[in-house]
């Protein structure tokens, strides 16, 4: 064996692994990608759930999107506010305010829903809502309870409660929009997490009609509107809305509402004390009237006589 031929050829290919690395480096020194210094910083202040409530690919689309300046600091909800302003001091900008937003779902009715058939299939909502062209309730607009928001929380937020209809643990939520975007009936909204007060319906048909397939739907009779002093609630397409901005949290609506369709709702002892107190203020406003009106009759005798 000759090892002179063996020894150049190792020699040989030591020299071109030296070259092909000296090649490889400057390839990589010369096409080098610069990755901005921050994008790992605001990457760290994310959720990390990759949930997409965001609406970009997972976590990383987001800080780039962010850094890009394509989305805004507070684009990942489950981050919090404190994260966002952590955010906001990286890129160099004032931290964000206001309050924090929370899921709500517009629906109280589950069990007080009246049911055209008991549905028996893939526990989803959307694939419910393809049975029978999705008449499972006879209202329209209700919750149908199979729990499609709940499979797309991945924060424990949103159950089925007693009832059959979701509900929101407000504590938990990050509002990612995960389980909006799961609900073929779009009845969850993002409600202030520091207002106590909501309309649990959405049921727009008029109210004859609405009171027939739930029991706790809001049938429109205005008599919320009639009470808020403030101007915070008001009937729009036959069901009521709540301005955020005026609501005080008094809870006056929710005692009128006939119906309990109004977040928190009142015990029996409170609506009769609500509706002692209507009917007192409507004799002391009727007699003030009589004597108004006495006062104004008696003036206009003295005139004449």
């Given at each position: ?71 805004p600091v507070t684009a990942c909800a489950p981050a919090g506010p404190e994260n ?222």
């Amino acid at each position: 064996m000759d090892f002179n031929i063996i020894i150049f050829a190792v020699a040989v290919l030591g020299a071109l692994a030296v070259i092909f690395g000296l090649v490889l480096a400057i390839a990589a020194k010369v096409f080098e990608v610069k990755v901005d210094e921050r994008l790992p910083l605001i990457q760290e202040c994310l959720a990390g759930a990759n949930c997409g409530g965001c609406g970009y690919p997972g976590c990383a689309g987001c800080a780039e999107a962010i850094l890009a300046g394509k989305a805004p600091v507070t684009a990942c909800a489950p981050a919090g506010p404190e994260n966002a302003a952590k955010i906001a001091a990286i890129m160099g900008m004032e931290a964000p305010s206001g309050e924090k937003m929370v899921a709500h779902v517009l629906c109280n009715g589950g069990t007080n829903a009246k049911k055209n058939f008991e549905y028996r299939g893939v526990n989803d909502c959307l694939a419910a809502t393809k049975v029978c062209g999705g008449s499972v309730l006879d209202c329209k607009y209700g919750c149908l309870g199979f729990g499609s928001c709940v499979a797309a929380c991945q924060f424990d937020a949103i159950h089925i409660g007693e009832n059959g209809a979701a509900v929101v643990d407000k504590d938990a939520c990050t509002n990612c929009g995960a389980c909006r975007e799961a609900c073929p009936r779009h009845l969850i909204v993002e409600v202030p997490y520091s207002k106590k007060v909501f309309v649990n319906c959405s049921n727009k048909d008029k109210g004859a009609a609405a009171a027939k397939v739930c029991a706790v739907s809001c049938i429109g009779c205005g008599l919320c509107e009639r009470t808020c002093k403030f101007d915070a609630i008001h009937v729009v397409n036959n069901v009521a809305v709540i301005d955020y901005d005026k609501c005080k949290g008094c809870t006056m609506c929710a005692k009128a509402c006939p119906k309990n369709a109004i977040e928190p709702i009142p015990t029996a002892e409170e609506k009769e004390k609500f509706k002692a107190a209507q009917k007192a203020a409507a004799e002391r406003k009727a007699a003030a009237a009589k004597a108004a009106a006495e006062k104004a009759a008696a003036e206009a005798a003295q005139k004449t006589e």
